[in-house]
């Protein structure tokens, strides 16, 4: 249940940005929702959890990409396991780091999709987009992990709450 | 198998992560498009981001169909203000404009007549009856040792106004030379032929007759009159105006013309009372 809740927050997340890309074109300050939810459940979330949820979202986050089919998807997981990876080395605990952990998930998921794309053969104009568009737009990805973090904690602590109580 | 799935489910769950996006990319290559369970989700989703743009749209119309638009009354009143303060200051800059080409155009006057005393004056009304040709003056500055007394010449940088009939502190009825009570001695200026400019009153403007000049002057239309400096009013040499036609007879000793004062007693605002003169033939 607790997954299931993960995944349609962080749907409600993705669509909004989608939204808001509609209607205000943020070219330059997008969001990066989906990064921004791989980082939170990177860090937050044991494996087998972590791995269930990410499935899922990557999934949707594809749909709403407009990626080709797998591209998306995939550079989302793998940018997961990278995240993942780095936690083992590295404290995430406080704010500042946080925060610039998401500039580098962002950049890091721009340069997953552009060596994903470049070696299924798609044409290479693609770097242009990413040194004009992708990169520069990675350094907004902070917004994003802010609203990502506060509503998938709450999330977390809404359930930790019922937890307690059937517990008890 | 159960135990085994569960044990190696981490294991699993990753390969499924890399294996389902990698095996969906081949697949496209083979079959171009979504399959079915990404068009169902897709359909799924569609909707909910229909209903969002769709309620975001009515809020942003409703934003700016209506609370906009107080905002444009708004700006639009403070519009309309702006633009009737841009006209009283446009109205007001002309004023200052005119007057100060009219102030130019005293200034001059006085600079060219140094021994005429000048007392300067602002027209503040004007007759209310048609058979008078009176305006009312205020003296712009007050001047104890020189006050304006009745038969005081008024003048203008255009020429003669009229002369003073009352007086009383700082205000001042000025008779100007087209009303018919008025008479000034006038020559003309390229032949030296004297005559008499008396006021006509006309309703629709300001001329006067000129009379007592004799048959034997020439005198042309066009031709300049001034004043002789004879009756004891009116200073030597000040424009009176222009012979605009001439009434020549056969008969009788003088011959009659139509003058056209110099002064454009309809626009006029500023004016000079003359309260005396450094030369010989002092007026005051």
């Known amino acids: 249940m607790h997954r299931l809740a993960t995944i349609l927050v962080g749907i409600v997340l993705l669509l909004l940005e989608s939204l808001l890309l509609d209607l205000f074109g943020l070219s330059l300050w997008l969001p990066h929702v989906a990064s921004a939810l791989v980082v939170y459940i990177a860090l937050e979330r044991e494996m087998f959890e972590g791995c269930v949820e990410v499935l899922g979202l990557a999934w949707v986050?594809?749909?709403?990409?407009?990626?080709?089919?797998?591209?998306?998807a995939l550079a989302v997981t793998l940018l997961f396991f990278g995240v993942r990876l780095s936690a083992v080395r590295l404290s995430y605990r406080a704010w500042p780091v946080r925060l610039g952990l998401s500039v580098v998930a962002a950049l890091g998921l721009h340069a997953l999709l552009l060596i994903i794309l470049l070696m299924s053969g798609h044409p290479t104009s693609y770097v242009t987009t990413f040194a004009l568009a992708g990169a520069p737009s990675s350094l907004a990805a902070p917004l994003g992990l802010v609203v990502v973090w506060l509503s998938l904690e709450r999330l977390d602590e809404l359930f930790k709450r019922r937890k307690n109580i059937f517990s008890d | 198998m159960l135990d085994?799935?569960?044990?190696?489910?981490?294991?699993?769950?990753m390969v499924l992560m890399v294996a389902l996006p990698t095996l969906s990319m081949a697949l496209s290559r083979i079959v171009p498009g979504r399959h079915v369970v990404d068009r169902a989700m897709l359909m799924a989703l569609a909707p909910l981001q229909a209903?969002?743009?769709?309620?975001?749209?009515?809020?942003?119309?409703?934003?700016?169909?209506?609370?906009?638009?107080?905002?444009?009354?708004?700006?639009?009143?403070?519009?309309?203000?702006?633009?009737?303060?841009?006209?009283?200051?446009?109205?007001?800059?002309?004023?200052?404009?005119?007057?100060?080409?009219?102030?130019?155009?005293?200034?001059?006057?006085?600079?060219?007549?140094?021994?005429?005393?000048?007392?300067?004056?602002?027209?503040?009304?004007?007759?209310?009856?048609?058979?008078?040709?009176?305006?009312?003056?205020?003296?712009?500055?007050?001047?104890?040792s020189t006050p304006i007394k009745p038969q005081m010449a008024v003048v203008s940088h255009e020429g003669v106004v009229g002369q003073v009939i009352e007086a009383y502190d700082e205000y001042a009825d000025v008779m100007l030379i087209a009303d018919p009570r008025s008479n000034v001695d006038v020559i003309d200026q390229r032949t030296r032929a004297r005559g008499i400019a008396i006021g006509l009153g006309h309703k629709r403007d300001y001329e006067a007759r000129l009379s007592y000049l004799l048959r034997k002057d020439e005198i042309n239309e066009q031709d300049q009159l001034?004043?002789?400096?004879?009756?004891?009013?009116?200073?030597?040499?000040?424009?009176v105006g222009t012979i605009t036609s001439i009434d020549s007879r056969e008969y009788g000793l003088n011959q009659q013309a139509t003058v056209e004062p110099s002064v454009d007693f309809g626009r006029l605002e500023e004016v000079f009372i003359v309260t005396g003169e450094e030369t010989a033939g002092v007026r005051p």
């Open chain 2, 51 to 144: 209903g969002a743009h769709f309620g975001v749209s009515f809020i942003e119309g409703f934003w700016q169909d209506y609370i906009a638009l107080r905002d444009l009354k708004q700006e639009n009143e403070s519009l309309r203000q702006e633009i009737s303060r841009l006209r009283e200051e446009r109205a007001r800059l002309i004023g200052v404009l005119q007057e100060n080409k009219r102030l130019r155009g005293l200034l001059d006057f006085q600079q060219q007549r140094p021994e005429l005393k000048l007392q300067p004056a602002r027209v503040i009304a004007r007759e209310i009856t048609p058979y008078f040709r009176v305006l009312r003056v205020r003296l712009d500055t007050g001047d104890a």
């Open chain 1, 61 to 72: 986050a594809e749909l709403l990409s407009g990626s080709p089919p797998g591209v998306y």
């Open chain 2, 4 to 13: 085994l799935i569960g044990r190696y489910k981490v294991i699993i769950i």
């Open chain 2, 226 to 239: 001034v004043t002789s400096g004879k009756g004891g009013i009116f200073p030597q040499e000040l424009i």
